[in-house]
């Protein structure tokens, strides 16, 4: 069975510090990997997704994130934080299988800048 | 339509009582989620619909909930003798699958239905 862990409830930055925000998973085979992104009174929105190739992908908002396999780890990082940067961030995964395999999300961290 | 649009945005039901929460996905989209979201926590997965499958409700957490997708569009999600536990955001996304290798997908969510069970 596939799961996915994010094992900070919230993560406290000042702004213009580097962010990381931490997932692991678990899945048979080569895992399709996402971030989604919830800010205060919003909707899920997408960020970014790693399905194979490099393992750093780049998504929205100068967000980044680094796929290993070794460490079966997601992390989300982002050079220099903003307030605006202040929200509830999902990892996501999904095996691989067919189109029969469903999205599975962490337990969500919120993440704090502070100015 | 632009977006998946979800009904009600808000629902006070009393205890025991059945509601009805809809979802109509982005034309198209082949693959429609329903998760739930109690107090701003995370996303528990309740059941996946895609295309004429057979729906994974492994999610669904009792025999009180069910859901159905009609025409591989719109979708209902039907919760009987609601409970207070029941209270939650509960969050339809769908996604386009393309081809056999179909895991590569953006889900789209919608704003959600907050049902609250006095």
């Known amino acids: 069975a596939q799961s996915v862990a994010q094992p900070e409830d919230q993560v406290n930055v000042a702004e213009g510090n580097p962010l990381t925000v931490k997932c692991t998973y678990s899945?048979?085979?080569?895992?399709?990997l996402f971030w989604y992104v919830q800010y205060p009174n919003r909707g899920l929105q997408f960020l970014l997704k790693?399905?194979?190739?490099?393992?750093l992908v780049k998504g929205s908002y100068g967000f980044e994130a680094e796929f290993n396999k070794s460490q079966t780890s997601f992390h989300l990082k982002k050079p220099s934080a903003l307030v605006s940067d202040s929200a509830l961030y999902f990892c996501?995964?999904?095996?691989?299988?067919?189109?029969?395999?469903?999205?599975?999300f962490g337990s969500g961290t919120r993440l704090s800048i502070r100015p | 339509g632009a977006g998946v649009s979800q009904s009600p945005s808000n629902k006070v039901t009393e205890k025991g009582k059945d509601v009805e929460l809809r979802c109509d996905p982005i034309?198209?989209?082949?693959?429609l989620y329903w998760y739930r979201q109690s107090l701003g926590q995370g996303l528990e997965f309740l059941i996946y619909?895609?295309?004429?499958?057979?729906?994974?409700k492994s999610g669904l957490p009792s025999d009180r909930f069910s859901a159905e997708r009609t025409g591989g569009s719109v979708s209902t999600l039907t919760i009987q003798r609601t409970q207070q536990e029941d209270s939650a955001v509960y969050l339809c996304?769908?996604?386009?699958?393309?081809?056999?290798?179909?895991?590569?997908?953006?889900?789209?969510f919608g704003a959600g239905s907050r049902l609250t069970v006095l």
């Open positions: 996304a769908s996604s386009l699958v393309i081809g056999g290798s179909s895991g590569a997908n953006v889900l789209t």
């Open positions: 034309s198209g989209h082949t693959a």
């Open positions: 790693y399905i194979t190739g490099d393992n």
């Open positions: 996501a995964v999904r095996a691989p299988y067919s189109s029969a395999s469903k999205i599975i």
């Open positions: 619909f895609q295309g004429n499958s057979a729906p994974d």
């Open positions: 899945v048979s085979g080569n895992p399709y």
